[in-house]
């Protein structure tokens, strides 16, 4: 009777945990529309949401073609970023790794970046987004290939860490070599965008971004039970019926697509998807992923829209790197979280 309490209690404070979470990102997703160099009061924010028109012409045009489509996408890359890394460190049984330590946003960067000097070298002012996705995800997909390759071959979690950090390092040597051949705007425009940031999102890419981020956090979703099977080792997760080369070949495409789609339009962003699930497993004290996966949708969500509006606000009306904002807020909570844990507080 009592651990069917200690239970009941459990799904309680989990489902308190994932409503506040839902009410920080909605909150912090319409002050991202609301707060900037232009204020635009909250109550025109969520008319203009609610799809009732406002008064000032100027403040709806800011709101529809800059603000609403610029915070759709730090939503959806925050939780595409965080499902990835959870992936990730379920797939290597690795807690510490993620995307960017792996490589794959350096694999991706480099084919993106190769799209983009031919694309200028060639006269093309604009390239298409889908064009700028299908060159992300070739990249991200050879490196995880690559990864996963050398994690058949490799013992040590440090060694297969090191191949990923080499891979990265190999990634921005070609970039490096290749922007030789550009001229001096495109090199500015490469430098400003492997920065990262979220400015200057179209309508276009936020709707690839969603679309995509959407279907494969679904198909995420699906996957709980296979994951949580994993858990326990491959020999338990293939008693329990889990085919583990569609496993493996389901976990590299979703993580590589996710991290793909949003390096493409908003360049490489670091620590979300290794900070957020590690919060996540903290916060909700579970390594269910039944629970883990939504927990790090919001959680991507959320922490994704307070670093944007960090960058946008700071020094206004300059913009600061989103990378460095993740990385200064990201890494002393995690430490923090660390420290907590081991001291038992």
Known sequence: MQQVSIGAEKVARS???????????????????????VHVPLSDVIRVLLGQGIENATHESIIMRIRLPRALATVAGG?????????????FGNPIVEPYVLGISSGSIMFVSIVLLGG????????????????SLIGALIVMVAVVFAAGKVKSVITLLVIGIMIGFLASSVRSIL????????????????????????????????????????????????????????KY??????????????????????????????????????AVPHMARMGFKTSDNRVLLP???????????????????????????IGAITSLIGAPLLIFMLLRKDNGL
């Open 179 to 234: 922007t030789v051949f550009a001229d001096i705007e495109t090199v500015g425009r490469l430098t400003l965008w492997t920065m990262g940031s979220f400015s200057g999102f179209t309508w276009q890419q936020v709707r690839i971004l969603l679309i995509v981020t959407a279907i494969f956090a679904l198909f995420a979703v699906l996957m709980s039970k296979p994951l949580n099977a994993m858990l326990l080792g491959e």
């Open 295 to 321: 927990a790090s949708i919001l959680g991507g969500a959320l922490m994704m829209g307070i670093c944007d509006l960090i960058a946008r606000t700071a020094l206004s009306p300059r913009e600061l790197a």
């Open 15 to 37: 489902r308190l945990l994932l409503i506040c979470l839902l009410g920080g990102t909605i909150l912090v997703f319409c002050l991202n529309i609301a707060l900037g160099s």
């Open 237 to 274: 997760a293939m008693s329990m019926g889990v085919g583990i080369r569609a496993f493996r070949i389901g976990t590299i495409v979703i993580a590589s697509v996710l991290t793909a789609v949003l390096t493409a339009f908003a360049g490489p962003i670091t620590f979300v998807g290794l």
């Open 79 to 91: 939780a595409g970023l965080a499902i990835s890394g959870l992936l990730l460190q379920i797939f």
């Open 120 to 135: 200028y070298t060639f006269g093309l002012s604009v390239l298409s987004p889908l064009f700028m996705f299908f060159g």
